[in-house]
């Protein structure tokens, strides 16, 4: 797959940016990558940035050369992905409250945040039996396509929704280590920082999400594929485009033994979010 022509590139900082200035920011970003010929989302708040582009090499090398004029968006890290087609439809640059919805402005990963856990290190805790809860910050659509192995599963449709799942967790989970993750790190970098304002005495968070972590150590521990939030909709521990779809009517994925007139979930037609009752 070395010879695909287009590079996904999920990047994320949490770093100060002048209210005043994000318009400013918004428009210089949007116009270099229209001038790149990218697609995707940039997300800026006053917390950061937060950015799934898609393009050719040189191209997505032009528009992080032009990053780095930012000091604030200097060497930012990247996970990268290859696919034989363009997986976003449109270029957008958006203000937003929160780069990731939690909803707890008390929480700024910027100014404090639980300590990284590199994706090899993780490996070897899971290989030394270590005692410890691997906690799946994740949508619960996107567990069901896979999660790490053991993992502690909250059950939550939206992130927003994570502080209230974490209050209902064991009372003497919070003595215990804790490892958060999420798809690329930018929600468990919040996660973890959350859980030890609520007591948790001894919490980390994935450096890179699941992606970093099938970049350096493969499917190792790992069961399953990854959703991704663009039109591959999930990739396998090579990074590879797999063959689950999205359900049009309820946004489910469908694995391919699901992919049928009928969606298993939400009993919809996947093509066109007609529902089943409805068709003749």
């Not at 040189?58 to 050369?65: L, R, V």
């Not at 946004?251 to 003749?280: D, F, I, W, Y």
Request: glycine share 6%; hydrophobic share 35%; net charge negative.
């Amino acid at each position: 797959m070395t010879s695909t022509p287009f590079i996904n590139v999920s990047a994320y900082r949490f770093t100060p940016l002048a209210a005043d200035q994000l318009s400013t920011i918004k428009a210089d970003l949007l116009q270099i990558a229209n001038q790149c010929s990218l697609k995707g989302t940039v997300l800026l708040s006053t917390e950061g940035i937060n950015l799934f582009v898609a393009g050719l090499a040189a191209q997505i090398d032009a528009f992080f050369s032009h990053l780095n004029q930012y000091e604030q968006f200097q060497d930012l890290p990247r996970k990268d992905s290859l696919s034989a087609e363009q997986p976003f439809t449109r270029m957008l640059v958006r203000i937003k409250k929160e780069i990731i919805s939690m909803g707890h402005e008390e929480i700024m990963p910027a100014k404090r945040t639980a300590p990284h856990l590199s994706a090899e290190q993780f490996k070897q805790w899971y290989e030394q039996n270590k005692d410890m809860v691997v906690l799946d910050t994740r949508n619960d659509y996107e567990v069901e396509l896979g999660t790490f192995q053991d993992a502690v599963d909250l059950n939550i449709e939206t992130f927003r929704a994570f502080p209230d799942a974490v209050r209902e967790l064991p009372k003497d989970m919070k003595k215990k280590t804790v490892v958060t993750f999420c798809t690329g790190g930018i929600r468990c970098e919040k996660a973890a920082e959350y859980m030890l304002q609520q007591g948790f005495e001894d919490v980390y968070q994935l450096d890179g999400g699941i992606l970093k972590y099938f970049e350096e150590c493969g499917d190792s521990h790992y069961n399953g594929e990854c959703f991704v939030f663009d039109k591959r909709v999930a990739v396998n521990a090579n990074l590879e485009e797999t063959g689950t779809s999205q359900c049009f009517a309820c946004r489910m994925p469908l694995r391919t033994e699901e992919q049928s007139p009928v969606c298993p979930h939400c009993n919809g037609n996947p093509l066109t979010g007609t529902k089943a009752e409805q068709r003749t």
